[in-house]
């Protein structure tokens, strides 16, 4: 089946250090974005790209870091900069969202301790 | 740069009655669309209705569009349990390149 995978589902940060949430999707999808939600906020974007080797910024992109190194894969490293970094995190991809919409994975719990 | 606003916040109806949400948003639009998110979980992608559409059916789900006064609403008929979960919409602006705007979603809980 295809779809979007983020893992871990849960994962905990110490002050000062780095972590990196893994998004990889099977649907073949150029683009893919990176999403944090934070209760009664909704959704903002981090970072996204288009096509591989190539990304932008978001809204919210201070403190984190991405990579598009394979068309698959995604991966979004929350730095020692990002002063509040406890939120859930969502990953999404999509071949047009103006004509189909995203596809999301299932999120990464991030906290800090 | 919020775009789209989901009116109710929370919405709590008995199983079998609709359940009606709204969205309003500030700009342009290509298309306007909605999502469910579980607790805890992913969003999944409703449907998507375009400027020049007025009104989209999917199975129990009824989305209609008016760009006139830039507002769209999700209407639920004969709710079940299972619908209970928030409800997104999420816009296209035309000056966005592709990149979709949420609200902040609607909090719906069917009793039962």
């Known amino acids: 089946d295809g779809g979007i995978t983020q893992s871990p589902k849960y994962l905990f940060r110490k002050e000062g250090q780095n972590v990196t949430l893994s998004c990889e999707q099977n649907?073949?999808?150029?683009?893919m974005y990176w999403y944090r939600q934070d209760p009664g906020q909704g959704l903002r974007l981090i970072y996204y790209?288009?096509?591989?080797?190539?990304?932008q910024k978001g809204d919210i992109a201070e403190g984190y870091s991405v990579s598009r190194e394979k068309k698959e894969s995604f991966p979004l490293t929350v730095t020692s900069a990002q002063k509040n970094p406890t939120a859930f995190y969502l990953c999404?991809?999509?071949?047009?969202?103006?004509?189909?919409?995203?596809?999301f994975g299932s999120g990464t719990r991030l906290t800090v301790v | 740069s919020q775009q789209g606003e989901e009116d109710p916040q929370a919405l709590s109806i008995q199983e079998g009655e609709n359940a009606t949400m709204n969205c309003s948003y500030k700009?342009?639009?290509?298309?306007l669309q909605w999502y469910r998110q579980n607790s805890g979980r992913g969003l999944v992608h409703l449907i998507l209705?375009?400027?020049?559409?007025r009104e989209k059916h999917s199975g129990r789900l009824r989305v209609t569009l008016d760009t006139s006064k830039k507002s769209s609403s999700l209407l639920i008929t004969a709710s079940r349990a299972a619908d209970t979960a928030s409800y997104f919409c999420?816009?296209?602006?035309?000056?966005?390149?592709?990149?979709?705007?949420f609200g902040k979603g609607t909090r719906l809980h069917i009793l039962p």
């Open positions: 790209s288009q096509i591989v080797n190539d990304f």
């Open positions: 649907l073949n999808h150029d683009a």
């Open positions: 209705i375009r400027s020049n559409e």
């Open positions: 999404a991809s999509s071949i047009q969202a103006r004509d189909y919409g995203y596809t």
């Open positions: 999420a816009t296209d602006p035309m000056n966005r390149d592709d990149k979709i705007i």
């Open positions: 700009t342009s639009i290509n298309n």
